[in-house]
């Protein structure tokens, strides 16, 4: 049934702030994050959904979306259709002109959990925290500098590489010392911190926000933490992976003195080993987090570029399907099949080839 003349000449609009991902794979499907950042609500649309709500501005008819919906879809929305539509809006509160939508309580209690495992919120104001440090790097932000440090780092990380013998022998010499130990250990969660930190900074650069900073900790781990908001809702996949990759690189940037120190110091010079230590040590901590594996960031990185969401449990489940039931995996999109299928046995060997990595390592220290 056509809907009603009256009802296709309105013109609704979304609430200002409401957010829209870009479309992300999920499982066999293809689906559109909505979320309201006053409440904090979220939930998944289809494709032709999405259409529909992405046009609601306000300065759109009905009429007008319906016949361009009509022309992408070939067929026409009638009454019904609207009607459970704009009804799913209005009931979430993301129609301008609607019900004000309830704010999402303020932050919560300063400290969560337990004494063996629980969280320290830091700073009462994440975002304006994270702003006005973004303001004092922003100079460091521009392209040209990242890239030039980019290129730094590779460079740095290459000649570390072709050192990986001196700097292995330099952490065996360091462990039957505990105060040097103690002192990289120190300048490890040092970077740890900065890594946290990198995020946040990132996604104020590109327009995301920062909902927390505080200490998480399991004992006797005890670590930062930088909750960052609405990031995925960027438009710009290189956005996305900027905040993604943030801290890794910040991790890499953290060494670049101290690797300058390093090369400064003569052969057996006792400053020196200590440092060569602590450069293979933060190497390894900012490239381990770069492998593809939740929660490592390596995994956001690649579920980002991909364009996929909770990429690890969907393989996972469409692998399973395909050995109870190969017709209905058969079901699954190409681009699904092939994802799923190259991230199952791609992660499966990734785990092999690094647990058999670690037990050379394990073999040629003892």
């Known amino acids: ?25 999920n499982g066999a499907a293809v689906v559109h994050l909505v979320k309201d950042p006053v409440s904090g609500a979220a939930f998944e649309i289809g494709p032709k959904e999405y259409f529909l709500v992405s046009r609601l501005d306000g300065s759109r008819s009905l009429a007008e979306i319906g016949e361009a919906y009509g022309r992408a879809f070939g067929r026409r929305l009638g009454e019904r259709n609207w009607q459970q539509l704009l009804g799913l809006l209005g009931t979430r ?10 704010a999402q309580a303020g932050p919560g209690p300063q400290r969560t959990g337990t004494l063996l495992r629980g969280t320290l919120r830091l700073v009462a104001d994440a975002d ?13 932000l521009r392209p040209a500098v990242l890239g030039g440090l980019l290129l730094v780092l590779l460079a740095m990380e290459g000649w570390l590489a072709a050192s990986a013998g001196i700097l292995s022998g330099d952490l065996w010499w360091l462990l039957g010392r505990p105060a040097p130990l103690l002192a990289v250990a120190s300048l490890l969660w040092l970077s740890t911190a900065l ?11 590109v327009g995301g926000t920062v909902g927390e900073i505080g200490l998480r900790w399991r004992l006797p781990m005890v670590i930062m933490y930088c909750r960052v908001d609405n990031y995925r809702y960027l438009p710009r996949r290189r956005d996305q992976l900027a905040v993604a ?11 670049l003195p101290f690797c300058a120190w390093w090369a400064a110091l003569p052969a057996g010079d006792p400053t020196r080993r200590v440092l060569g230590a602590l ?35 969907a393989s996972s489940a469409y692998l399973r399907l395909r050995m109870r039931d190969k017709a209905a995996a058969a079901a699954y999109p190409v681009r699904a099949r092939r994802l799923y299928l190259g991230y199952g046995i791609g992660s499966a060997v990734l785990v092999l080839l690094l647990a058999a990595g670690l037990a050379a390592a394990v073999v040629l220290t003892v």
Do not use: W
């Open 1 to 25: 049934m056509t809907a009603p003349p009256e009802m296709l000449g309105h013109r609704p609009a979304l609430r200002a702030g409401v957010l829209l991902s870009p479309p992300l794979l």
């Open 279 to 313: 450069l293979l040590l933060g190497s390894a901590q900012a490239l381990v987090n770069l492998v593809p594996l939740p929660p490592l960031d390596g995994y956001t990185l690649l579920g980002h570029a991909l364009r996929v969401t909770r990429l690890a449990p």
């Open 128 to 140: 304006a925290t994270t702003a006005r440090l973004h303001r004092v790097l922003r100079p460091v």
């Open 195 to 205: 890594h946290e930190f990198a995020h946040g900074i990132a996604a104020r650069h």
């Open 93 to 102: 509160r993301l129609l301008a002109g609607g019900p004000a939508p309830q």
């Open 245 to 255: 990759g943030a801290g890794a690189f910040a991790n890499l940037l953290f060494l």
